[in-house]
C-alpha cells in the first residue's frame, strides 16, 4: 500500500511548497492538505485539501482516520514576529498542536510524525557562530520557548513511547512561491521583492546583521531526506540543526545591486533586531551531514538568482 500523507499547515510558507513536492514523489491522492483556510489555487487543484484546525484533535484524529493516514507533516505554526504580539495564541497553536500528532502516535494511529524546529530555540548565551548541535539553549521569545518545550517533547514521545517523529532546525527561508508568514528572517524575501517592484528597500534589521539562512529548495529536501532515511542511523529525536548560508543584509544588497545597479537600501532597525540578536550568525550541521548526509547545494548568489528569476516569472 501506498504511503497516506496529512500535511497540516499545508498552505503556509513552507506547507505550500512541501505539499507540492510529496504529492509530485508519493501521488496527489496519498497527499491530504489541511489548513485553517485555503491556499492558492495551485495547490487546491492538485489533490484533497481539508479545512483543519490544527488544535482541533478530534478534527484532525478524524482526517486521520477517514483517509487511513501513515505520516503527519505538522507545519502549522505562529513564527517569532507575530507571536511577540500575540504570545498566548502562539503558545496555544504551537504546543497543542504538536501534543495532538505526538498522542495520536503515541495511540498507535499514526506512524510517523515530522515536527519543525527553528533557531529561535538558541539565545543571547548560546555560542554565535558554529552553533553545536547540543549547546546552551535559552530562548527569549515566544517562538523559541515553544520551539524549545517541543523539542523536549519529541525526544521524551520518542524515548518514552517509542513514537517516530523527526525534526529540523530551520534556519531562515527563502522562497518566491509564497509570502512569509511574520519571521524576523523575513527580509531575505522581501528584499528581492522590493529590488524588483521599488528598487529599494526599507530593512528592518541592521546592515551587519549576520543570521543562518536556507534556500526553500534546500530545505525541503532536507525534510525529506531526513523522513526517508532509516530510524536506525538516526542519533537525534529532539531536533537536527541545519546548515545552509549565513549572510547578513549588506551582504544580500551587494547580489542585488550587481543584478539591479539602481538599488538602494536604507536602514531602520525595528523590534525584530532584538530578536535576530538572541540568534546564531552561523550552524554546526555535523550531526545531519553524519547521520543522514545532508548537503547543501545553494550559496548565496544561486539563492539570489533563482529569487530574482522566479519572482520575473511569477
Request: proline share 5%; charged share 25%; net charge negative.
Amino acid at each position: 500500500m501506498p504511503e497516506t500523507i496529512l500535511v497540516i499547515g499545508a498552505c503556509g510558507q513552507i506547507g505550500t511548497e512541501l505539499t507540492m513536492k510529496l504529492r509530485d514523489l508519493y501521488g496527489s491522492d496519498n497527499v491530504i492538505a489541511g489548513d485553517i483556510r485555503e491556499g492558492n489555487e495551485t495547490l487546491m487543484a492538485s489533490g484533497p485539501f481539508e479545512q483543519l484546525d490544527a488544535t482541533d484533535l478530534k478534527a484532525i484524529e478524524e482526517v486521520v482516520m477517514h483517509y487511513e493516514v501513515d505520516t503527519v507533516y505538522l507545519m502549522a505554526a505562529m513564527l517569532s514576529a507575530t507571536a511577540e504580539k500575540f504570545p498566548m495564541r502562539a503558545w496555544n497553536l504551537n504546543m497543542n498542536s504538536l501534543f495532538n500528532v505526538l498522542n495520536l502516535a503515541k495511540e498507535k494511529k499514526i506512524e510517523r510524525i515530522f515536527w519543525p524546529s527553528s533557531i529561535a530555540v538558541f539565545g543571547t548565551t548560546t555560542p554565535q557562530s558554529d552553533t553545536p548541535q547540543t549547546t546552551i539553549m535559552e530562548p527569549s521569545t515566544v517562538y523559541g520557548i515553544s520551539k524549545q518545550t517541543g523539542e523536549r517533547w519529541c525526544e521524551y514521545y520518542f524515548n518514552k513511547y517509542g513514537v517516530d517523529v523527526r525534526s529540523i532546525r530551520y534556519p531562515g527561508l527563502i522562497s518566491y512561491k509564497t509570502l512569509p508568514g511574520g519571521g524576523t528572517t523575513d527580509y531575505a524575501v522581501d528584499i528581492y521583492i522590493e529590488a524588483l517592484k521599488e528598487q529599494k528597500y526599507e530593512c528592518f534589521l541592521s546592515e551587519n546583521t549576520a543570521l543562518p539562512m536556507m534556500y526553500m529548495d534546500d530545505a525541503i529536501r532536507a525534510t525529506l531526506e531526513l523522513m526517508q532515511a532509516p530510524a536506525e542511523n538516526l542519533t537525534i529525536r529532539s531536533a537536527y540543526n541545519l546548515a545552509g548560508l549565513s549572510f547578513t543584509p549588506k551582504d544580500i544588497s551587494k547580489i542585488i545591486k550587481s543584478h539591479i545597479p539602481e538599488f538602494e537600501i536604507i536602514y531602520n532597525p525595528d523590534y525584530r533586531q532584538a530578536i535576530a540578536d538572541s540568534w546564531p550568525s552561523s550552524i554546526d550541521d555535523s550531526a545531519a551531514q553524519k547521520d543522514w548526509n545532508w548537503k547543501t547545494e545553494f550559496d548565496l548568489e544561486k539563492t539570489s538568482k533563482a529569487m530574482l528569476n522566479g519572482l520575473k516569472e511569477s
